[in-house]
């Protein structure tokens, strides 16, 4: 089944102690993205990335970082988390950028709650 | 991006046709318009999407205004299921994949 797996969906941790929040898709995409949906704000953009070892900042990049080294992984790390990076975060991919009519493939979605 | 605006909600009964309208007045030609749907507790779901002319797949048809400025989404016979809210969203043919969401419409379905 085509899908975009997040690890984990949910987690609770404490300012500063680092985390990676995981996504893989089975798609063979190029393109993959992060983003975070708060209340009042929607969904923003964080980090995307056009293809292996490929990426660029979105709307809301600061204290996050990326890495794509495989095509089907793109992982998002919290080198230092803060209370203000408690949200819902979604992973995303699409067979390739630069076509308007490619479809989004979203993950379930993973909460973090930094306390 | 073209700015859209749709309405905050709307209701309609099990099996019954939807319609929900976008407007996007400020469209440039080139912009796809892109339907999504979020289910609680779920990421955004693809619906459907067009550039001028109407399109239908097994989710929805899209009905897209001869002048591009709104189009309208929709739902032959809701189910419950189809509870959600539903997003509107131009997107550049060169977009570089960015999806900008506003604040959809959330649909209720009354059984």
């Known amino acids: 089944e085509a899908q975009v797996t997040q690890n984990p969906r949910y987690l609770i941790t404490v300012t500063g102690k680092k985390l990676t929040v995981t996504c893989s898709q089975n798609m063979n995409h190029e393109y993959m993205s992060w983003y975070r949906q708060d209340p009042g704000l929607g969904l923003r953009q964080i980090y995307y990335s056009m293809n292996v070892e490929v990426t660029d900042k979105g709307d809301v990049p600061e204290g996050y970082k990326v890495s794509r080294k495989e095509k089907r992984n793109f992982p998002l790390i919290l080198e230092s988390p803060s209370p203000n990076q408690t949200s819902l975060y979604f992973c995303a991919s699409s067979l390739s950028v630069g076509q308007g009519g490619q479809p989004q493939h979203f993950g379930d979605g993973t909460r973090l709650s930094i306390l | 991006d073209a700015k859209t605006t749709q309405p905050n909600s709307m209701e309609s009964n099990e099996e019954e046709p939807v319609h929900l309208p976008c407007n996007h007045s400020t469209i440039s030609g080139t912009d796809y318009i892109h339907w999504y749907r979020q289910l609680p507790s779920q990421g955004p779901e693809y619906v459907i999407h067009?550039?001028?002319s109407n399109v239908n797949n097994r989710m929805a048809s899209l009905a897209i205004a001869e002048d591009r400025k709104s189009s309208t989404l929709i739902l032959h016979r809701a189910t419950l299921r189809d509870a959600a809210v539903y997003y509107c969203i131009p997107r550049k043919e060169t977009s570089g994949s960015r999806l900008t969401f506003g604040e959809g419409t959330q649909l209720t379905v009354n059984p």
């Open positions: 067009g550039l001028t």
